[in-house]
Structure formats: structure tokens, C-alpha cells
């Protein structure tokens, strides 16, 4: 049986008819991963912060066994994890020492240094079929083509792969690591688009 808990900063499931932000710590799953400076500060224009964050990045996400599929600095990794208890402390660490690391090199501390509010410094979502996995490879996959930042996502160097497509959704399909059971209104056909 796979270990399921979802943590939240509020108590009510439901407030003003908006769904509580909360975070879903899953055993043997695929998460999306976004964070964001707060008010849009460019933290990481210099190559010495996206270099502190490359060094976090990579010692924790190999301390607690998350296996990143593709990151970029510009904010998503697409990642699976074996234990899904080392979700929270993982992101903790993360952010924490990146935040001390760039603001050690910005003229101007950033306090808060992630996006705040309702304490959401990120947002985080298990991977429910094959297609939304998809989307989100090539979502985080092309984010430096997108800001313009380069024509071809393999010139841009702070996107990295770790895992092909085809290799992980493979693998996460044997694995049975896909999230089934849970609809994600997002891509409900039925929902009126916004």
C-alpha cells in the first residue's frame, strides 16, 4: 500500500468556495514542481545564483531520492519520488538554502525570498495520467524558448534533462506511479474553460 498525507496551513478544506492550498506527500510518484521569486525579482539573472541553485538542487534532490526528470532555473521540475515523506523536507532545504545562498550575493536582501502568501513559496502537484505528464515535460522542457532566451531548449544550459520522455513515462507506467484515481479539473472536458 502506497503512504498518502496532505498537509495544509489551514484547518477548513473549503474557505470563501475556494479549495485550501495544500500539499500531497505520495509514495512512488511523478510531481510538477513550480516556484517564483517573490514579486517577480529576477534572483537568478547572474550565473553565480543559478549556479547556487544548480549545487542545492542536485545535493538534496540526491539526499532524499528524488530523481529529476528535467529542471530549469526558470522554475519546474518534473520529477519522481520514491517516498513521498521526503517531499517536505526536501523542498525545505531547498528553498531555505537557496534563498540565504542568492541573497548572500544581491546588494539588497529579499525577505521573504520565495512568492508569499498563504504560505504557497510553491506550488506542487502529483502527475495524474500520461498526458498531463506530457504537457508538463514539455512545459518545463521549453521554458527557455519560451522567455526567448534561446531558439532551441538544448542552447539554453540551465535546462537540464535527467530522465528522456519516453524512458520515464515508461517507466512510470510500470511502476504504476501515475495518479489514476484523482480527476484534475484542469483537464476535464466537461469544466467550462476560463
Keep these: 500500500m502506497r503512504r498518502f498525507r496532505v498537509s495544509s496551513h489551514m484547518r477548513n478544506e473549503v474557505v470563501d468556495g475556494v479549495h485550501r492550498f495544500e500539499h500531497w506527500y505520495r509514495d512512488n510518484t511523478v510531481y510538477f514542481i513550480t516556484a517564483k521569486c517573490r514579486d517577480a525579482f529576477h ?3 547572474s550565473e553565480e545564483a543559478k549556479l547556487v541553485f544548480w549545487d542545492r538542487f542536485v545535493h538534496y534532490t540526491a539526499l532524499y531520492g528524488f530523481i529529476p526528470w528535467v529542471t ?5 521540475p518534473l520529477p519522481h519520488l520514491k517516498v513521498g515523506a521526503n517531499f517536505g523536507p526536501m523542498m525545505q532545504r531547498i ?3 537557496v534563498a540565504k545562498l542568492v541573497n548572500d550575493l544581491l546588494p539588497e536582501r529579499r525577505v ?3 512568492k508569499s502568501g498563504r504560505h ?3 506550488f506542487d502537484g502529483c502527475i495524474r495520467d500520461e498526458v498531463q505528464c506530457r504537457r508538463a515535460y514539455r512545459y518545463t522542457l521549453t521554458q527557455g524558448t519560451r522567455h526567448r532566451l534561446c531558439r532551441d531548449h538544448r542552447d539554453y544550459p540551465h535546462t ?3 530522465i528522456e520522455l519516453e524512458t520515464g513515462v515508461a517507466r512510470t507506467l510500470q511502476l504504476h506511479a501515475f495518479l489514476l484515481d484523482v480527476p484534475y479539473p484542469r483537464y476535464d472536458s466537461r469544466r467550462p474553460r476560463r
Design 43 to 45: 534572483a537568478f539573472a
Design 72 to 76: 530549469t532555473v526558470l522554475g519546474q
Design 95 to 97: 528553498h531555505g538554502s
Design 112 to 114: 521573504p525570498f520565495w
Design 120 to 122: 504557497n513559496d510553491y
Design 160 to 162: 537540464r534533462v535527467g
